[in-house]
């Protein structure tokens, strides 16, 4: 939902940076045995990510003979940890966004493995795989693989979804709900557009911001109720069109100016519907 700056760090330089401090000698020399590895599958990854095909990459399980549980250490244990070697990467990674770019909304609290880690073991430390995010998507992505390129979700350091308008809603008078939706814009691909319906399906996205829009009318209703009565209908209509020209000149494909666009749109939200739908 949000692009982020790629992180520049080289994959090999991070890994044998974490692995520093392994004092058991077999495992130590386990580890950098497979420093290559990470190298060349941190170099396939980015062939892959630009081309956006990272569906197509290989799981890479007991990579060196060690098991991901073991190698998941070199994350938990190595890196993320708070006295970790390579804690200063996590880091920089963590504070590239406040908000996270896969939701668009929710405050980061996490490091997500785009590819999981469970099934990419060689790319657990490589920080083009590694993307803050938001407690909930972290959870809701979960260890899931895409099997096709319609079915992967938005990659923030590698995918461009943001130069075109692609989130919509639409009102619902009779339920008295917001309805996030992606319409396809006409330069899409059916894969780019089947991408972004993946990627609102698999964080939730439509039941999310279809609360926040119920909330945010709330927090404007009594400033609604004061336009209407001033000024009528085409006063509350020209709020909403004012609104959502704002939220989109800050983020196009927002939920919130998904959210006055369909308000703007709508003849019976602008002459009170607002208050039912706010009642929800
Ligand atoms: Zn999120």
């Known amino acids: 939902m949000r692009k982020l700056a790629k992180p520049t760090r080289d994959a090999k330089s991070v890994y044998e ?11 130590k020399a386990s580890l950098t045995a497979i420093s290559p590895t990470v190298q060349a ?9 630009t081309a956006g095909s990272l569906h197509t990459m290989a799981t890479f399980p007991n990579i060196g003979g060690l098991s991901n549980k073991e190698f998941n250490k070199v994350y938990t244990g ?39 880690k469970a099934h990419y073991p060689a ?5 083009i795989n590694l993307v803050p995010a938001c407690s909930d998507c972290n959870k809701l992505k979960d260890d899931v693989i895409s099997t096709a390129a319609s079915r992967q979700t938005i990659h923030p350091y590698y995918d461009d979804f943001d130069s075109e ?53 709330n927090d404007r209703l009594l400033t609604l109720e004061k336009i209407l ?13 004012d609104t959502a020209e704002s ?32 009642a929800g």
């Open 41 to 49: 599958e941190a170099a396939s990854y980015e062939i892959s990510a």
């Open 123 to 127: 790319l657990t430390v490589t920080p």
């Open 229 to 241: 009565a001033a000024g009528g209908s085409q006063e509350v209509m020209d709020d909403f069109l």
């Open 17 to 27: 940076l974490c692995i520093s401090r392994v004092k058991k000698a077999t495992l």
């Open 78 to 116: 190595r890196m993320a940890s708070p006295k970790a070697p390579g804690r200063a990467i996590y880091d920089e990674i963590f504070i590239s966004s406040k908000i996270c770019p896969l939701c668009g909304h929710g405050k980061v609290t996490t490091v997500d493995h785009h590819l999981p």
């Open 165 to 217: 308008q692609w989130l919509f809603a639409d009102i619902n008078q009779i339920e008295r709900v917001f309805y996030f939706h992606v319409k396809k814009p006409t330069s899409w691909s059916q894969t780019k557009f089947l991408r972004a319906k993946f990627h609102l399906k698999t964080f939730e996205l439509a039941i999310l911001f279809s609360l926040h829009a119920i909330e945010e009318l």
């Open 247 to 278: 939220c989109k000149s800050n983020h196009l494909n927002s939920w919130k100016t998904a959210m006055y666009q369909a308000l703007a749109n709508s003849p019976w939200s602008c002459a009170g519907g607002f208050r039912d739908l706010a």
